[in-house]
């Protein structure tokens, strides 16, 4: 079946420290949502991509959709305490599929 | 506005004991879904339906798992016997409509243990 790889799984920064998360699919996408997830927390929608090329920033967070439409990236600038929680793709062809998510952890 | 209703928040039970879980979307949402998250992986849609007709109940094990929306507003997910893979976060969501557009409202999770 459809499947989508989200990496890394982890990712340990400084506060302070940029972070990125990447989503890859096999097949070609119709739109990809990202949400995040606070410990303990359930998952709230941030962002949707629906356009080849298409880069979307909401203050230190980019979003990228790729030319092919196969995979995605969310940026962090300057990672902040608050900015921690696991970030996951859904991806949409025929099936809503969801990324197993990275982890940002801030070290102390 | 309301966001999506869920309870029990937290349940524990005994392997092959039954379980039922129950939502209420956000008024005027069309299309509600179900998702099982297990601890460190992401959410895994269960069912999806549009009002009261299911649109995707492919990964639902229907062996154990069932669900219903009856009147298209809110729903009840059971699972009958429980196993101890079970044990996960039960998360309901909500969205205006059924096309893969629609931004997900999330309840809070019925966290269920079985022993």
Redo the contacts between chains.
């Keep these: 079946g459809q499947q989508v790889m ?1 990496i890394p799984q982890y990712q340990h920064v400084q506060e302070g420290e940029d972070f990125t998360t990447y989503c890859n699919s096999s097949t070609t996408l ?2 990809i ?1 990202w ?1 995040k997830q606070r410990p303990g ?5 941030l962002i ?1 991509l ?1 356009k080849s090329g298409e880069v979307k920033k909401q203050k230190r967070l980019t979003f990228q959709f790729g030319e092919a439409k196969k995979n995605s990236s969310l940026h962090i600038t300057a990672t902040q305490t608050t900015d921690v929680g696991t970030y ?1 793709c ?1 991806a ?1 062809n025929y ?2 599929i ?4 990275t982890k940002l952890i801030i070290k102390p | 506005e309301a966001g999506v209703a869920q309870s029990p928040r937290y349940k524990i039970i005994e392997k092959r004991q039954s379980v039922a879980f129950w939502c209420n979307p956000i008024s005027g949402h069309a299309t509600l879904y179900w998702y099982q998250q297990i601890l460190g ?5 269960l069912i ?1 339906f549009q009002n009261n007709g299911v649109v ?1 109940d ?1 990964q639902l094990p229907k062996d154990r798992f069932s669900a219903e929306r009856l009147k298209g507003v809110d729903s009840t997910l059971k699972i009958q016997p429980a196993k101890l893979e079970d044990s996960a976060v039960y ?1 309901c ?1 909500s969205s205006a409509d059924s096309g ?2 629609n ?7 019925t966290r269920l243990t079985v022993l």
């Design positions: 989200q119709s739109n949502q949400y927390g359930h998952p709230v929608f949707q629906v996951f859904r949409s099936q809503l969801w990324g197993a998510g | 992986q992401g959410p895994k849609l999806q995707d492919s998360l969501a893969s557009y931004e997900q409202f999330f309840g809070p999770g």
